[in-house]
């Protein structure tokens, strides 16, 4: 029993969902050995299903329903988790490796957004409107613009055990670390035009997207260079840690309190202090700690959204609909670059690896509890889950097989073109 008699604390729920974490991670080392993102959140929609079937005769169930209830999964990704999960991934890629491919990570994140966002908009529209549900465009638009980034969390926990090449690793990478700037401001105005504020102005919206990752991206690497030149003369891990943290915390808050986009922030911070060498290993073992417990986390309680999330069961034909499509929307924009890499960099499967890598997951379905509340709300929210679930489950399940199989081998050099 609970302090209050019905509500928990923000210790108690901590514990219970770390506590749920513990639990599900021995239990798949011991037996599956699934991914640890995929083993949770598959432990949370087989417990949110298991207790929604038999919740009356599960002893615990309603205590469980009300602590996933009681979390604001908007606020703690979007207010608190994204800020660490971005600095800490951030710090384990290859930023050499990724500066080389910084022209391909920079279309992907802008003109790749825009394009899915298009393609996924007036395609799930005319299936709506094929199936009888009518969802209004704008809606349509919505979805289409918070589906399209791929999802930095999923991508970098996938990607890091795919077993790719260095290449495809940073495009991927890169690629979900920068694009969540643009795919906000591309969200915000399509909210607006379906809440009837007019149609956006293409320029000021483009505006508005520079303006946002560039101010994001000067307090990043403002922060960054701070934190870097405060830990030069260092010699205490615990303090080491402490200035990262704080780095880390205050590049994403600032820029958020700015209006700037304080994802990409938190990454540029990230790239800048992963890329010192002088990091201690205890400093780079707290962070990969802080992902591997954050992510597992993250995705458990997104598994048991499925306990307090709106659905509406005649749109399951859309949801099935919809992952196909938004599949076929980043396979049509990844082609040319995927074309490019067999061509001239000889990597064997590039467009279906960069495909089936793009991954999306509790950031789109942040976005879309932030909706505010009207008739197309839980259509949105219904839509998104359905699609992250299959990228979460699915793709990130059959990701490592498939990279081994495509996406770790090269062609002789004989079969590239000069």
Request: charged fraction near 10%; include cysteine.
């Amino acid at each position: 029993m609970t302090p209050s008699g019905d509500a928990f604390t923000v210790f108690q729920l901590a514990a219970l969902f770390v506590g749920l974490v513990a639990v599900v991670g021995v239990v798949n080392h011991r037996t599956l050995r699934l991914p640890p993102g995929v083993a949770m959140l598959l432990a949370g929609l087989i417990g949110a299903l298991t207790i929604r079937l038999a919740a009356t005769s599960l002893v615990g169930a309603g205590q469980v329903v009300r602590a996933v209830a009681q979390v604001d999964f908007r606020a703690t990704v979007l207010g608190y988790m994204l800020a660490f999960l971005l600095f800490a991934g951030a710090m384990h890629v290859d930023f050499g490796e990724m500066r080389r491919q910084r022209f391909t990570i920079f279309s992907l994140a802008t003109a790749g957004v825009l394009v899915s966002t298009l393609i996924v908009g007036f395609g799930v529209y005319a299936i709506s409107q094929g199936l009888g549900l009518a969802l209004p465009l704008p809606y349509a638009f919505v979805f289409a613009a918070l589906i399209s980034a791929t999802d930095p969390v999923a991508v970098l926990a996938t990607v890091r055990r795919g077993g790719l090449s260095a290449r495809l690793t940073a495009v991927l990478q890169g690629e979900a670390l920068f694009n969540d700037g643009v795919a906000i401001v591309v969200f915000t105005a399509a909210v607006a035009l379906a809440a009837g504020s007019g149609a956006p102005d293409p320029l000021r919206a483009l505006m508005a997207v520079g303006a946002s990752a560039t101010g994001g991206l000067v307090i990043g690497l403002a922060g960054g260079w701070a934190a870097r030149l405060g830990l030069k003369r260092l010699d205490d891990a615990a303090i080491e840690v402490a200035v990262t943290l704080a780095c880390a915390m205050g590049v994403y808050g600032l820029a958020n309190a700015l209006d700037v986009s304080g994802a990409i922030a938190a990454v540029a911070a990230g790239l800048i202090v992963g890329d010192d060498s002088r990091s201690r290993r205890q400093t780079r073992g707290f962070w990969l700690l802080v992902d591997e417990l954050l992510n597992a986390l993250l995705f458990l309680i997104l598994g048991l959204q499925l306990l307090v999330l709106p659905f509406e069961l005649r749109q399951a034909w859309l949801w099935a609909a919809a992952v196909p499509l938004v599949l076929a929307a980043r396979w049509l924009v990844v082609l040319p670059w995927g074309a490019y890499f067999r061509l001239r960099e000889a990597e064997r499967g590039a467009a279906l690896i960069l495909t089936w890598g793009g991954l999306r997951g509790a950031l789109s379905l942040a976005l879309a509890l932030s909706l505010p509340f009207g008739l197309q709300r839980d259509a949105v929210i219904g839509l998104t889950y359905a699609v992250v679930i299959f990228s979460v489950a699915v793709q990130g399940l059959t990701f490592r097989p498939l990279a081994m199989i495509w996406g770790a081998r090269r062609l002789p050099q004989t079969d590239s073109a000069v």
